[in-house]
Nanobody
Framework: QVQLVESGGGLVQAGGSLRLSCAASGRTFPNYLMGWFRQAPGKEREFVAAISASGGITSYADSVKGRFTISRDNAKNTISLQMNNLKPEDTAAYFC?????????????????????WGQGTQVTVSS
């Protein structure tokens, strides 16, 4: 059974940083697309960032580009999201996800429907 467990969320002031991690278990994902999404109260879940199997290709939502960095460690079956210069509008539950079909382009990676496995989420709250 595949399990994704996020950690690293918390409360931070605007301008601060957090690093989210996601540990995958149940199988290995060296060839899979991995990504981060977020969902604020009353809003739909939205794409944040994605990374290809090798880690050589990344994609970011315009709202986080230049502030967030996604990375992965295939040996440890983990992905991370370094979030800098956080803003109150970044407040949301953050979810990691895995897509078995792999990387098929930037637009593909932003599609929530291509992800097969999801974590339970970790809360990020940014105060002004």
């Amino acid at each position: 059974q595949v399990q994704l467990v996020e950690s690293g969320g918390g409360l931070v002031q605007a301008g601060g940083s957090l690093r989210l991690s996601c540990a995958a278990s149940g199988r290995t994902f060296p060839n899979y697309l991995m990504g981060w999404f977020r969902q604020a109260p009353g809003k739909e879940r939205e794409f944040v960032a994605a990374i290809s199997a090798s880690g050589g290709i990344t994609s970011y939502a315009d709202s986080v580009k230049g502030r967030f960095t996604i990375s992965r460690d295939n040996a440890k079956n983990t992905i991370s999201l370094q979030m800098n210069n956080l803003k109150p509008e970044d407040t949301a539950a953050y979810f990691c996800a895995v897509g078995a079909s792999g990387w098929r382009g930037e637009l593909f990676s932003r599609n929530i429907g291509v992800y097969d496995y999801w974590g339970q989420g970790t809360q990020v709250t940014v105060s002004s």
